[in-house]
């Protein structure tokens, strides 16, 4: 413990807050209680700088879909750094991974790479606005930190108050909500098609229909979905179709890439002319990344990998909700098997369940994805350590916070942003224990993503 706070000291006098994604800082786990840093992964497992082996659930954020070092990934990225990284022309790579994203969604007629979900929700914002002529954006769900997004935070210190005026925020399934948002000056309509409650009395469908009757551009950040869901992509799984479309996370196994696609004539915005559009990215050719998601592409279109994804993220959601039911503990798993999320009532409950599966070899985060890599050893790793974390759980229903070891989570800003966290319950939290920066989970409490 001594040994972890001394080098976390040391990360947060050279690094702000010593992390580079908001959501990787201790206290949106159980801070005192889960290792602080990670020092490698394998297949389902990432390890401790202890040597500790955890089922790892956050996978990099979503990112790792085929597990840590997947061999095939690994192949590719090997064979392209013999070659080199980063060439003054395009590599005909480019074209051939651009080729086997438009097979996953016909959709994108062509497709420009990036690095990162900020950055090609952007640059697809930016095309929308190109091809009509028009600002005003309505946004539903998360779409990274640029300017024009972040304008609708509440962390929005350092972001031009112009912008404020150019968003519209509306919330998912709220077709009302959302006719009052779009006007004939919006530009586009960004969404993620879902997050974790399913699409009802055909929102999404009549999200595109409105959309383009009032001439804007549909756009669906497909950033975590991409992949994950069913038949690829969420359009696919629910049968509509934006106009442009998202790709990040999970594209290059956890390396750096993400693209923007969608129909040709809008895309062609990006094409060189005067006084047209620009994205245009040192980066956006760089090669091992690029190798990376042709492994990917090539172990997805083989292995039936969201298939096995939802499988397993069935059977835990399952297990984990019969468990509840048995022990008659107020919490579920929720959302689609490819990323679910579990509900307490109050964040001291979800802490204590969380520190227990930790003991038991499981990290559970704020959101669980599953990989293809998690095998029945890490199910059944995962079902005992659930088994035992709410064993626990029922023991200090009342006071979760005498037997928290560490701090309450709170909540991060993709949660509080998405309106992510919505509890039925209404438990009250009986105490605390730890300084406990205590989320009540059935509010909208902290911020950060
Ligand atoms: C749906 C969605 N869009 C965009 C982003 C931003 O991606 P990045 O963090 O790679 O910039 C995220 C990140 O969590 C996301 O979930």
Same mark, same amino acid.
């Given at each position: 413990m001594k040994l972890r706070r001394a080098d976390w000291d040391a990360a947060t006098k050279v690094i702000p807050d010593g992390v580079q994604t908001m959501s990787k800082m201790p206290n949106r786990y159980v801070d005192g209680v889960y290792p602080t840093f990670i020092e490698s992964g394998d297949g389902p497992y990432v390890i401790d700088p202890g040597g500790v082996k955890y089922v790892d659930y956050p996978l990099g954020l979503g990112t790792i879909l085929l597990g840590h070092n997947n061999r095939i990934v690994k192949a590719y990225m090997q064979q392209q750094m013999n070659v080199g990284i980063l060439y003054p022309l395009p590599c005909r790579k480019e074209r051939v991974l651009a080729e086997e994203i438009m097979k996953i969604?016909?959709?994108? $007629?062509m497709v420009r790479f990036v690095k990162t979900g900020s950055e090609s929700c952007s640059a697809a914002v930016r095309i929308a606005r190109a091809a009509t002529g028009r600002e005003h954006i309505v946004a539903c769900g998360y779409h990274g930190w640029h300017d024009w997004y972040a304008a609708s935070c509440d962390r929005n210190k350092g972001v031009p108050k112009c912008l404020q005026s150019l968003i519209t925020k509306c919330d998912y399934n709220d077709i009302e909500g959302f006719k009052k948002a779009i006007t004939d000056k919006t530009a586009a309509v960004i969404m993620e098609p879902y997050m974790f409650d399913a699409p009802q009395n055909n929102f999404l469908e009549e999200v595109e229909k409105l959309t383009h009757e009032k001439g804007a551009i549909l756009i669906f950040d497909e950033t975590i979905t991409a992949l994950r869901s069913k038949h690829g992509t969420a359009q696919m799984m629910f049968n509509v179709k934006s106009d442009l479309t998202v790709f990040g996370k999970a594209m290059g196994n956890g390396m750096p890439i993400s693209c923007v696609g969608g129909k040709k004539e809008l895309m062609q915005e990006l094409e060189d002319k005067p006084n047209g559009c620009f994205v245009s990215s040192t980066? #956006? #050719? $760089?090669m091992i990344s690029i190798a990376a998601a042709l492994g990917v592409l090539k172990v997805y279109g083989e292995g039936n990998v969201p298939e096995r994804i939802w499988g397993t993220g069935e059977q835990i959601k399952k297990f984990f909700n019969q468990t509840a039911l048995q022990m008659k503990l107020d919490a579920k798993c929720v959302g689609y098997p490819c990323r679910t999320r579990f509900d307490f009532p109050t964040a001291a409950h979800k802490s204590l369940f969380w520190q227990e599966c930790l003991r038991k070899g499981v990290l559970f985060g704020h959101a669980q994805f599953v990989s293809s890599a998690h095998d029945v050893t890490a199910i059944n790793i995962t079902q005992d350590a659930i088994n035992h974390g709410m064993t626990v759980l029922r023991q200090y229903w009342e006071k979760p916070e005498d037997a928290l070891d560490g701090e309450v989570t709170v909540e991060t800003l993709r949660q509080k942003e998405t309106h992510e966290l919505r509890v039925e319950t209404t438990h009250k939290r009986t105490g605390a224990k730890g300084k406990a920066m205590a989320a009540d989970l059935s509010g909208v409490a902290s911020d950060n993503t």
């Open positions: 969604i016909p959709s994108m $007629e980066f #956006g #050719g $760089e």
